[in-house]
């Protein structure tokens, strides 16, 4: 699951919850959800600080009251969106069956915060000044929001949205607005699925199995917890690697680090900002420090495997062939649209033995095509230095036909397969050269196959020496086809020169990311090396 008050007398008498630092108002109340239970739909006025923000008629982030003429969202919720375009509903609980306790306002001004990075979702934070007032009921009302030094360790926030219930997919209809509980993942221990790009500004929560998480439409919505009888929201729904998928959490943009921001912005006496004190033991600090990269790996080991998505939704496959580049088929980007939405998720074999996942968002692609067809290059928004990459074949090595090699792909059931095959002659239709052909494999290809390695092995190395490329519809061949890796040699190499590695004092990494391609470059170094 992934958005001015009118003073009168009550508003006079300080608000005596412990950690306010407000005078004006009795937020995070919510007086038909005395208890939360589990389950999926939400009742009628269970959250009554969630807002739906809609433009063109369609319902696209979410987002929370926090006074009666303010909403608080999500930055990446609003790129170059004009706030005369967006419409908030509140006290909505269906997007399709009518809601007797709803109205809606449109927004007078959007703030988007000044320091929002895409690319890393740092400070995803949005303010929305709604258009006229709302008058306060049981179904509309603002929740409090966690103030500066608050602490959040192993606690059970709930998260709530109309979101899609898995990549992809939909709210069934009619739509009713979900909650989810979910505990939260200290920020060490995310950063290891994250490849250290989770900062003070965000905190994760989710389920080391998996199954419960927000998603696309979610986002900009709350994530709150309740202390005593008031209900406090510690995070923003910002960012995540899919879906409820086991050991990815998803990642909140942290509130308490805003208060003053946000105070700046609608007045410091007009948010019911409150500290939360965590009575749960914290999460334990882990250490994600790795050995040295490895060039090359052993046969059953795949560190360097990698899927590429696209807001959530599996679209190809990828290597990586150094500390911050990951190659794949051109054709896997036939429908590019920008840089926004796409992500690197790295399969890792640990140096213990047990398997991990760590993710980059992409930053740039360089493509090269060849008689139609050829190779991308993605550079990704940080490096992996201490992550195995794999060789390529840059020189046309003597794997001709006959010669025994492997296929490594996902399977239907999210597991890393190898399958073996062996080359051929490529068919009469299929004989450019930079192609390389091999028996039929016993896949059932689909377009998120795309990128497949065809891997050989050299003196125990595996080494590169194909790419998958699905063919377009209609097409067929007796044979695999890959696109042979060697033809992209000074794409490759020029392309990994020129952009080195993005880490401070990290210059040795930089020619390191080299090493694996521009060892198999001449047959020469080849023999010195092995």
């Known amino acids: 699951m992934k958005m001015f008050w009118k003073l009168s007398l009550v508003f006079v008498v300080t608000l005596l919850i412990k950690g306010c630092d407000c005078?004006?108002?009795?937020?995070?109340?919510?007086?038909?959800?005395?208890?939360?239970?589990?389950?999926?739909?939400?009742?009628?006025?269970?959250?009554?600080?969630?807002?739906?923000?809609?433009?063109?008629?369609?319902?696209f982030c979410g987002g929370s009251l926090i006074n009666n003429q303010w909403v608080l969202s999500a930055a990446h919720c609003f790129p170059g969106t004009n706030a005369t375009s967006i419409t908030v509903y509140l006290g909505r609980q269906s997007q399709e069956q009518p809601n007797p306790n709803e109205v809606s306002r449109s927004v007078s001004q959007l703030i988007v915060h000044p320091d929002y990075d895409g690319p890393s979702h740092n400070n995803d934070m949005a303010l929305l000044h709604l258009s006229s007032p709302v008058n306060f009921t049981n179904y509309i009302s603002p929740v409090c929001l966690a103030a500066e030094g608050s602490t959040f360790n192993t606690d059970t926030m709930w998260v709530t949205g109309w979101g899609t219930i898995y990549s992809g997919v939909s709210l069934p209809s009619p739509q009713i607005l979900q909650e989810v509980d979910v505990p939260l993942v200290g920020n060490s221990k995310c950063n290891c699925h994250y490849g250290g790009t989770i900062t003070d500004n965000m905190m994760c929560a989710g389920l080391s199995e998996g199954g419960k998480d927000s998603c696309q439409g979610d986002s900009g919505g709350p994530m709150v917890i309740k202390q005593g009888s008031t209900w406090i929201q510690a995070g923003v729904v910002s960012f995540g690697e899919g879906c409820a998928l086991p050991d990815i959490p998803g990642v909140y943009a942290r509130v308490s680090q805003y208060q003053q921001w946000i105070s700046e912005q609608i007045g410091a006496s007009l948010a019911g900002f409150v500290t939360f004190n965590s009575t749960t033991p914290p999460d334990e600090n882990v250490n994600c420090a790795t050995p040295p990269t490895l060039c090359g790996g052993s046969a059953g080991s795949w560190p360097w495997m990698a899927r590429l998505s696209y807001h959530g939704y599996p679209m190809c496959v990828g290597t990586l062939v150094s500390d911050r580049f990951v190659m794949t088929s051109a054709s896997c980007f036939s429908r590019f649209i920008g840089l926004n939405g796409w992500t690197v998720t790295l399969n890792v074999d640990q140096w213990d033995c047990s398997s991990n996942f760590m993710t980059a968002h992409v930053a740039n692609v360089f493509f090269n095509n060849m008689f139609g067809n050829g190779v991308a290059l993605l550079e990704l928004s940080n490096s992996f230095y201490y992550i195995?990459?794999?060789?390529?074949?840059?020189?046309?090595?003597?794997?001709?036909?006959?010669?025994?090699?492997?296929?490594?792909?996902?399977?239907?059931?999210?597991?890393?397969?190898?399958?073996?095959?062996?080359?051929?002659?490529?068919?009469?239709?299929?004989?450019?050269p930079i192609n390389i052909c091999t028996e039929p494999l016993s896949l059932s290809f689909q377009q998120n196959d795309n990128g497949i390695p065809l891997l050989c092995t050299m003196n125990d190395m595996w080494i590169q020496t194909g790419i998958l490329s699905i063919p377009p519809a209609g097409e067929s061949s007796n044979s695999t086809v890959f696109i042979r890796?060697?033809?992209?040699?000074?794409?490759?190499t020029n392309t990994i020169r020129e952009y080195p590695s993005i880490l401070d004092g990290a210059e040795s990494f930089s020619s390191l990311s080299l090493t694996c391609i521009l060892l198999l470059s001449v047959p020469a170094v080849l023999q010195a090396i092995y």
């Open 388 to 432: 195995g990459s794999v060789p390529v074949d840059m020189y046309d090595l003597s794997f001709g036909p006959g010669t025994q090699c492997s296929a490594v792909g996902w399977n239907s059931g999210g597991a890393l397969q190898e399958i073996q095959t062996t080359i051929v002659n490529c068919d009469n239709s299929d004989t450019s």
């Open 485 to 492: 890796t060697s033809p992209f040699a000074s794409f490759l």
């Open 23 to 59: 005078q004006l108002m009795a937020c995070g109340r919510a007086p038909l959800n005395p208890k939360i239970v589990g389950g999926v739909n939400a009742s009628a006025g269970a959250w009554p600080w969630q807002v739906s923000l809609h433009t063109d008629g369609s319902h």
